[in-house]
């Protein structure tokens, strides 16, 4: 069947090549370990399940704004979990889940025909929001790769997916200064900044009066309660920033009828306000890490960035496919670095949502060899 134009312009969906090794990993006589994927697998909060069934039976259509209470509760909560400073009710919006809103934004925005920068190794979906809307697109680390042309659109990602590298404050205000000298939007997809491991390398927010002096312009911060409530399933995110351009995107996602769920909204406001919980789920892949990164050392890979979020970017020096072969045959399924770029190409990413007794599994196969 011929592909349309629109489907023409995005590279294959990368997970559909796993498939060869996901049946090798199923074949294993203990079951797949499946740690290709970053998707929760411990169950939601009592009180966020109990908050989603008390608003089922609300039969009429929500706010793409979402409730004034929700809001309120997205900006309380950055600002006391994430020191972002600033934020009213206007300045925030929940989204359909973060990477609905990362593969739209350039188009919402109206940014057509034009150039993104993303990072070198990258979630896949910043090239693709950028190739929906017809944008050159240049991977880059360095703002001197970037030249001196000027973007209409950079994409930042700290704590890295797939990486986990952390960018500190001094790069992050390097990038906003030169960004604003240019009039340049920067996105910054900020979804991992609760599960950070390094003392020395704390995830902070482009919001951060320490970065950005307080001043939100031509700044939107990505965030979802995916994965530090297990909410994936329920496609709730959240958008915050500079008021004009989260003005913007409510009004023309208004015209579209993206609308997070009224019962999701409910859901929402109790997982804010539950501090505890998301601290809970921390631990949990706080020890499932450190599991697995002594299973991968004492295997013989070397483990790469990973300060924070829920990944372990390792290598064996071989070309990424061979070692995603060589994890298969023992049961184990992980995603491989070219996902994300050509200098992910000796990597692998291996994450960390497992349950304990999956990831216990893989690492007695590492240790064991089988």
Not at 135 to 153: C, F, H, M, T, Y
């Amino acid at each position: 069947m011929a592909r349309s134009s629109l489907g023409a312009r995005l590279p294959d969906f990368p997970w559909d090549t796993l498939d060869a090794a996901k049946a090798t990993a199923e074949a294993h006589p203990d079951g797949i370990v499946n740690l290709s994927v970053g998707t929760p697998v411990d169950p939601v909060a009592p009180g966020i399940q109990l908050a989603l069934a008390a608003a089922a039976a609300e039969p009429g259509y929500p706010q793409t704004a979402g409730t004034p209470e929700l809001r309120e509760a997205i900006a309380a909560s950055l600002e006391r979990r994430h020191n972002m400073r600033g934020l009213t009710r206007d300045a925030v919006l929940p989204v359909v889940g973060t990477k609905e809103a990362i593969a739209l934004l350039p188009t919402l925005l109206g940014i057509r025909e034009g150039f993104v920068v993303i990072p070198e190794v990258a979630y896949p979906t910043y090239e693709v929001a950028a190739l929906l809307a017809s944008n050159r697109v240049l991977r880059a680390d360095s703002l001197l790769r970037i030249g001196p042309e000027k973007p209409d659109l950079l994409f930042l990602n700290s704590p890295s997916n797939p990486t986990g590298k952390v960018l500190g404050v001094e790069h992050l205000r390097k990038v906003v200064g030169w960004a604003r000298e240019r009039g340049v939007i920067v996105a910054s997809d900020e979804c991992y900044i609760g599960l950070g491991w390094d003392d020395e390398k704390e995830p902070v927010s482009i919001l951060d009066p320490r970065v950005c002096d307080g001043d939100h312009t031509g700044l939107i911060a990505i965030h979802s309660l995916s994965k530090s409530s297990n909410l994936a399933s329920y496609r709730a995110g959240f958008l915050a920033g500079d008021r004009a351009l989260i003005s913007e995107l409510l009004e023309v996602r208004k015209h579209l009828g993206l609308m997070v769920p009224g019962p999701v909204q409910e859901a929402m406001l109790v997982a804010l306000a539950d501090d505890d919980q998301e601290a809970g789920q921390r631990v949990l892949y706080g020890r499932r890490r450190a599991v697995l990164m002594r299973a991968l050392l004492d295997a013989g890979f070397t483990v790469d960035d990973s300060e924070a979020g829920l990944y372990l970017w390792a290598t064996r020096g071989e070309h990424c496919r061979d070692t995603v072969d060589w994890l298969a045959e023992r049961g184990i399924l992980v995603a491989p670095g070219d996902f994300y770029g050509p200098r992910g190409e000796q990597y692998v990413r291996v994450a960390l949502t497992g349950t304990d007794e999956r990831i216990a599994a893989a690492a007695a196969r590492l240790t064991t060899g089988v």
